[in-house]
């Protein structure tokens, strides 16, 4: 599956992209006074290969779930609970995710893949049984894309990662597995009619593989890709750094092998989210990603496959100072900056109306010619 996901994944369609730039140029307003949102209508008429790009919506959230072996280094004030007890938040409608969604009308998928205590919503669920029903797109149930009912997909990995300081957390089967899920979840979200996928995460401690992630494949220090998360204090802080260097050292991850990347140092929840960044890429549909969780497994997926780039519109700037360095790597342009390090999804949903104004512009903005108004 992975292999056929990243062979469908192609690169902008110049031709498009000419077209919605000379669009651009004939619409009702000074040429460029939209700034980074004509370039945006351009990006994505490139990737749908028409002009001008279908609307993005509606709009569909999935949060992937899951725990880290990291979690016993004392990187996280929160008990590991926390993780299952949030998604029975999420399945109540009770947190932030929950709010923005009904603000923009988006629907609410919660992913389990590796979540480590039982979860409050199915105490007698096997988390390690995928449901094909679930996940089969031949059976899909209609109300997938209901933005007043979240819903949960039980498709758990494994209980959590292993320790990445004392190993890999990850075997390269089950880093595979987390990365097909997310594409079997892009598939199953696209074929209900998903015009646009946001990212979302949840787990506690998930901010420190996130960091060995991002040094991994940006090179950057992990002084420099290594926040507070949570809201660590000074001591904590310096010893979760620590903790990415000794993981670093310990695996010396290749970034030339982004499956062995996120086994090494990985979360299910990053691997999984990779994966859905890659099948929303093959099928051509955008993806806005959300924080420091979203931007490490994107620049997995861009290792994975280079011109998946192209459906990834960036959301939010972090407050996590690796989000920075993911994001310049990447080479995209956060669409708002306002200091969230939250996750679930929550930049993603604040940035959706931007991204689905820079399309409504192209359909629904007069030409000169047609409202007769005179150019300079």
């Known amino acids: ?33 939209l700034g980074t949102l004509e370039e945006l209508s351009v990006r994505l008429a490139g990737l749908a290969g028409v002009c001008p790009p279908p609307l993005p919506e509606p709009a569909a959230v999935a949060i992937f779930a899951g725990d880290h072996g990291v979690h016993a280094q004392g990187v996280s004030p929160w008990p590991q609970e926390v993780t299952a007890q949030m998604i029975g938040n ?59 009912v979240p819903r949960l997909v039980v498709a758990s990995v494994r209980r959590g990662t292993r320790d990445l300081t004392v190993t890999a957390a990850l ?5 595979l597995a987390a990365v097909q899920t997310g594409i079997r979840i892009a598939d199953e979200l696209i074929d209900a009619g998903a015009g646009i996928l946001l990212t979302g995460d949840m787990g506690i401690g998930n901010t420190t593989p996130a960091a060995a992630l991002i040094a991994a494949f940006t090179g950057a220090d992990p002084l420099d890709t290594t926040g507070r998360g949570t809201g660590v204090d000074d001591p904590t802080y310096a010893h979760k750094v620590a903790v990415v260097r000794a993981a ?34 093959a099928r051509r549909t955008p993806v806005l990603l ?6 490490s497994a994107a620049l997995a997926a861009a290792a994975f496959a280079p011109a998946a780039v192209g459906a990834m519109v960036a959301g939010h700037r972090s407050a996590e100072p690796g989000a920075t360095a993911a994001l310049r790597h990447l080479g995209l342009d956060p669409l708002i900056d306002l200091g969230l390090r ?21 359909h629904e903005v007069a030409t000169f010619d047609s409202a007769g108004v005179a150019e300079k």
């Open 1 to 33: 599956m992975l292999e056929t996901t990243i062979a469908a994944i192609r690169a902008a369609d110049e031709a498009a992209m000419t077209a919605a730039r000379e669009l651009q140029g004939r619409l009702t307003k000074p040429a460029g006074s």
């Open 171 to 175: 075997t390269r089967d089950e880093a």
């Open 90 to 148: 999420f399945l109540a409608g009770g947190a932030v995710v929950n709010a923005f969604a009904r603000q923009a009308g988006a629907s609410v998928t919660v992913v389990d893949v590796g979540v480590a205590t039982p979860l409050p919503t199915e105490p007698d669920a096997d988390p390690a049984v995928l449901d094909p029903a679930v996940l089969d797109p031949t059976a899909l149930d209609p109300a997938v894309l209901d933005p007043a």
């Open 342 to 362: 939250l996750g679930e999804g929550t930049g993603a949903l604040l940035a959706l109306p931007v991204v689905t104004g820079a399309v409504r512009v192209l």
């Open 248 to 281: 670093l050292a310990r695996h010396t991850p290749d970034p030339a092998d982004p499956l062995g990347v996120l086994a090494a140092v990985g979360g299910l929840e990053h691997a999984a989210l990779a994966g859905l960044i890659l099948g929303a890429a």
């Open 290 to 295: 959300d924080g420091v969780i979203a931007v």
